[in-house]
């Protein structure tokens, strides 16, 4: 394993817990409750419900990279 190769895990790593974070305020596990705020729940109508398909979407997209970094070095 190259030094290159190393950073590119780790930095796609951090992508990666970013798409868990999102898709935690997502399914509202992270944030206030339904009905405890009324701004955050306009915020989630509008905006935050996407990320329950974006995160996976985007933590898949980091895994491929992953896959191209490690493979297409070799």
């Given at each position: 394993?190259?030094?290159?190769?190393?950073?590119?895990?780790?930095?796609?790593?951090?992508?990666?817990?970013?798409?868990?974070?999102?898709?935690?305020?997502?399914?509202?596990?992270?944030?206030?409750?339904?009905?405890?705020?009324?701004?955050?729940?306009?915020?989630?109508?509008?905006?935050?419900?996407h990320l329950?398909?974006?995160?996976?979407?985007?933590?898949?997209?980091?895994?491929?990279?992953?896959?191209?970094?490690?493979?297409?070095?070799?």
């Open positions: 394993m190259t030094t290159h190769l190393i950073a590119t895990i780790i930095d796609h790593s951090i992508s990666i817990l970013g798409g868990i974070v999102g898709l935690l305020v997502g399914f509202r596990l992270i944030g206030p409750k339904p009905n405890i705020d009324p701004k955050y729940d306009i915020f989630y109508k509008k905006f935050a419900k329950k398909w974006l995160a996976p979407l985007y933590i898949l997209f980091t895994l491929i990279q992953i896959g191209v970094s490690v493979y297409g070095s070799v």
